[in-house]
């Protein structure tokens, strides 16, 4: 299990601050700028069926911009501490940076103007970000031995981002050629390897580390992972299998084995939990349990698409329970508290010591942002399953609310933590006379 205490022992491995909290503001510039797109876009939010334009560029804004680069961010810091193996190269992780912010931007521009060069020019330049980050992350795991459950899920989830990515430039080509013949099924296994595969992995796997950690509770067993590891890799083959072998059983199975591996990943995170140390755990871990829930339903609603039962906008509603519900709800969740510990950490100097994690996190803003972000993604699934676009536009402002409340949140961290590193160390306590003759 990765403690505090290992990760203030590790200053080797940790990288610049400035490398994962760039990630970190950029993944909070975008998730403003995705609600803001669908608040204000012309695109209809209730019943929406996909195709490029505004709710399109918002999707990519929210999985890429803000899940994908929140992932990279915390892979490039969290997984060398927990591999006792520092990054290859700070500065090839610096420039995936570079690569995935104006990549992203781009690929959203030209989904929402219709723009094919755009789309296409962003499309590459994330694709080469996602390429050095998985090169990066797999010279990381070839050399480590430790953590197998998270060696797997890792693995798995590099696997499924290069399909996703090779995925996403054909389907982008496809817009403007029009070769593919099924271009709707083959968006769907895209999004499955991007949300369940490369994210769904990345959170299993680091869900072992991070809730262990920030619980102070037991690490889930190894055989724990390597089932869920397993049952969700048996998933995501038989969704690809069943596009190319065009069987709806196929994609039946795919869902029931999603099923299974949620299963397995709620019951460890449940025996984490119950064997916990920290009782109180604050608002980050209601987001964090609403998003281990909305996990299955997800799911369900998944398994009803398969099955052939598309009624009451059920693709868009999987989307929101999927991208908005599962993931982003816990994304955001641990991020409230992992950037106070991180910040700490590296605020800390020889000699003094580390400030309270407690005292980094403003309880405010995570307050604020549960509320608007739990009810946005209530209103957007109300307004699909009612078919009324003016409660999923209300759902969408919601949404900004809430990026507005977490990036307060994240402005008044870094401002505690420098505070914190300027504050004069405290003068030592001379011992007067007197003070000895009191203390005996």
């Not at 503001?25 to 209730?46: E, Q």
């Not at 064997?275 to 349990?289: D, E, H």
């Not at 809430?402 to 505690?416: C, G, P, S, T």
Request: net charge positive; aromatic share 6%.
């Amino acid at each position: 299990m990765l403690s505090p205490d290992m990760a203030f022992g590790s200053r080797d491995r940790l990288l610049p601050a400035s490398v994962p909290f760039r990630f970190f503001a950029a993944a909070l510039a975008f998730h403003l700028a995705g609600w803001l797109l669908l608040a204000l876009g012309g695109d209809s939010l209730a019943g929406s069926r996909g195709g490029p334009g505004t709710v399109m560029a918002a999707l990519h804004l929210f999985t890429l911009g803000t899940l994908a680069t929140t992932a990279m961010g915390a892979s490039y810091q969290l997984l060398p501490m927990a591999t006792i193996r520092p990054v290859g190269s700070v500065g090839w992780a610096q420039a995936s940076f570079w690569l995935m912010v104006p990549g992203v931007a781009l690929m959203a521009a030209g989904l929402a103007t219709l723009s094919h060069t755009l789309a296409w020019i962003g499309g590459g330049l994330t694709a080469a970000a996602l390429v050095v980050f998985a090169a990066l992350m797999a010279g990381n795991l070839r050399g480590a031995n430790q953590m197998p459950a998270v060696r797997a899920s890792a693995w798995a989830a590099l696997g499924c981002l290069a399909a996703m990515a090779t995925l996403g430039l054909t389907l982008l080509a496809d817009l403007r050629f029009g070769f593919l013949p099924d271009h709707r099924a083959l968006t769907g296994v895209h999004l499955g390897l991007a949300l369940f595969g490369f994210m769904g992995m990345l959170v299993a796997g680091f869900s072992s580390i991070l809730v262990p950690m920030l619980t102070l509770g037991q690490a889930p067993p190894v055989r724990s992972g390597l089932a869920t590891a397993a049952a969700a890799g048996v998933g995501l083959a038989l969704l690809v299998a069943g596009v190319f072998a065009e069987g709806r059983m196929l994609t039946v199975g795919a869902v029931l084995a999603g099923l299974v591996a949620a299963a397995l990943h709620l019951q460890a995170m449940e025996g984490v939990m119950r064997g916990r140390m920290r009782k109180r755990l604050g608002v980050p871990f209601l987001m964090i349990r609403a998003g281990w829930a909305m996990l299955p339903l997800s799911l369900i609603v998944a398994l009803s698409l398969a099955a052939g039962l598309d009624r009451l906008n059920a693709p868009t509603v999987f989307v929101i329970l999927a991208v908005g519900g599962w993931l982003m709800t816990f994304l955001f969740g641990v991020l409230q508290r992992i950037a106070p510990f991180l910040a700490s950490v590296h605020v800390t100097m020889p000699g003094r010591r580390p400030p309270l994690v407690s005292s980094l996190a403003p309880e405010g803003p995570t307050k604020a942002h549960a509320a608007l972000h739990l009810s946005a993604i209530a209103l957007l699934v109300l307004g699909n399953l009612a078919d009324i676009e003016w409660i999923a536009r209300v759902g969408a402002v919601a949404g900004v609310g809430a990026a507005i409340a977490i990036i307060v949140f994240a402005l008044q961290v870094r401002a505690r933590a420098l505070k914190a590193l300027h504050a004069a160390p405290p003068a030592p306590r001379s011992r007067t006379p007197g003070n000895v003759a009191c203390s005996t």
